[in-house]
């Protein structure tokens, strides 16, 4: 037996119970991808999902890889409406290396695109595999665990990739402030005393919002400013960044702890990966010529 009909027997098995929900699959997918290679790992952490992280991050030892999102069998991966609709688009446009899957079928993306599509098996009175397809399977998910962050060589694709990890950030921060409306935690208390000192009416979202923007601006003055290419993170530009700007440095301050909420942790240091891959202070030099 292949990994991919060993995965599909698990899926058959936990289908044919007549009580699996979307969460009861996910220790399949958990297994199939650490089958894959050495030190390859699907993390699935409840907390980042409830606040609107994708299902799984895989990694492989230390390097993030890319990013599953997994619905249930009977949900088709095409067609998705309403909140489905745009948590596809954010996702599409925030994490390079996705993918969408009902476990039956598969949508690969890359830089925000479907580059291919397959279909292990039909949802038709019970499952039926296609063994025919088991084998491309394996191969795309070989393929999958096998990319590697890619050099950001112009303005326009980093103000794309920036762009995408601050709908992110404000997404996730906006639904983990809302989650702690009643308890006092260091993520309210910086939305209290932003309303108590700035703006007094400022909803979650809008304050959600300006603290993404900010982050990303942070993250690019710092970067503009780095000459150890080799090595970025939110606790590299918290040193990085001028100490003309107390309020980025008190920000800063923050986020490079850490103590950070693991719920926008993640996405964060994602958008210290992206700036890790690009020489902010090169490609400002061609901007605009």
Known sequence: MTIISDFLSRV?????????????????????????????????????????????????????????????????????????????????KALPN????????????????????????????????????FDALENLLQDFVAQRPQTITSPKDLAERMAGKAVLIKDVLGNALREDADQETDLTGQYSAFKEHLIHDITIDDFADIYAETIAYGMFAARLHDTTLDTFSRQEALELLPKSNPFLRSLFGFIAGQDLDDRIAWVIDDLARVFGAANVAEIMEGFGK
């Not at 890889?65 to 948590?87: C, F, S, T, W, Y």
């Not at 993918?99 to 038709?124: H, K, M, P, Q, V």
Request: glycine share 6%.
């Open 98 to 133: 996705l993918i969408y899957t009902n476990c039956l079928d598969w949508d690969f993306y890359r830089d925000g695109e479907l580059y291919t599509s397959i279909s292990i098996a039909d949802l038709l009175m019970g499952l039926r595999p296609k063994p025919d397809q």
């Open 12 to 92: 058959e098995s936990i289908y044919q119970t007549g009580k699996a929900t979307e969460h009861s699959y996910r220790p399949a997918l958990a297994e199939l991808f650490a089958s894959l290679a050495e030190d390859v790992s699907a993390l699935n952490e409840p907390q980042r999902v409830a606040c609107g992280a994708p299902d799984f991050l895989v990694q492989q030892g230390d390097i993030i890889i890319g990013h599953i999102e997994a619905k249930d069998l009977p949900v088709g991966l095409r067609g998705m409406k309403d909140a489905n609709k745009n948590q596809q688009d954010r996702y599409r």
